[in-house]
T-cell receptor, first 114, second 117 residues
């Protein structure tokens, strides 16, 4: 079945470091891909998305490129801030026409040291 | 910016009691979802509505959980009786359309934290 695999956390970095959180997926057809962020005690906020191969989603300095050949959607940021500390979820909506539910990875906790 | 509204934010209930959560999706969104998120894990779908109809409740524990969306707008998720293992965050989400379409995005509310004691 369709699934998302994320790198396990926690990931701890110093402020201004480069961030990569790996995400790979298994899906039928051509899924839409998403990154959501969850700050402590809050719900999920959409961070960025990509709907077809080679699309790059970007927001707030974060980027991720839809790589069909490697079935990946890695999240990157060039210079992290303390305010980026949160849990990040990679997710997909499957590619078959009747599908609409979103499938999440297990999340990666990111902590940024000042 | 329009948001998905949920209440209550926090609920503590005793085992075997009933508890209910309410959700008001973004105006005009036909599809509504209830997810459960256990601490340290990703959210898992409980039930999905298209307007007032259930389109997926395969993961809903129907012996104790029920969900309704009577007029195709707001929705209620009920647990009766609550069990210790039900302690989790219950997230409501909505999207403009059901079915995969380019650009379809699912928006989440702030969540309702449930603690069963």
């Amino acid at each position: 079945g369709d699934s998302v695999t994320q790198m396990e956390g926690p990931v701890t970095l110093s402020e201004e470091a480069f961030l990569t959180i790996n995400c790979t997926y298994t899906a039928t057809g051509y899924p839409s891909l998403f990154w959501y962020v969850q700050y402590p005690g809050e719900g999920l906020q959409l961070l960025l998305k990509a709907t077809k191969a080679d699309d790059k989603g970007s927001n707030k300095g974060f980027e991720a490129t839809y790589r069909k050949e490697t079935t990946s959607f890695h999240l990157e940021k060039g210079s992290v801030q303390v305010s980026d500390s949160a849990v990040y979820f990679c997710a997909l909506i499957p590619g078959y026409s009747s599908a609409s539910k979103i499938i999440f990875g297990s999340g990666t906790r990111l902590s940024i040291r000042p | 910016e329009a948001e998905v509204a949920q209440s209550p934010r926090y609920k503590i209930t005793e085992k075997s009691q009933a508890v209910a959560f309410w959700c008001d999706p973004i105006s005009g969104h036909a599809t509504l979802y209830w997810y459960r998120q256990i601490l340290g894990q990703g959210p898992e779908l409980l039930v999905q509505f298209q307007d007032e109809s259930v389109v997926d409740d395969s993961q809903l524990p129907k012996d104790r959980f029920s969900a309704e969306r009577l007029k195709g707008v707001d929705s209620t998720l009920k647990i009766q009786p609550a069990e210790l293992g039900d302690s989790a965050m219950y997230l409501c989400a909505s999207s403009l359309v059901g079915g995969r379409s380019s650009g379809n995005t699912i928006y989440f509310g702030e969540g309702s934290w449930l603690t069963v004691v």
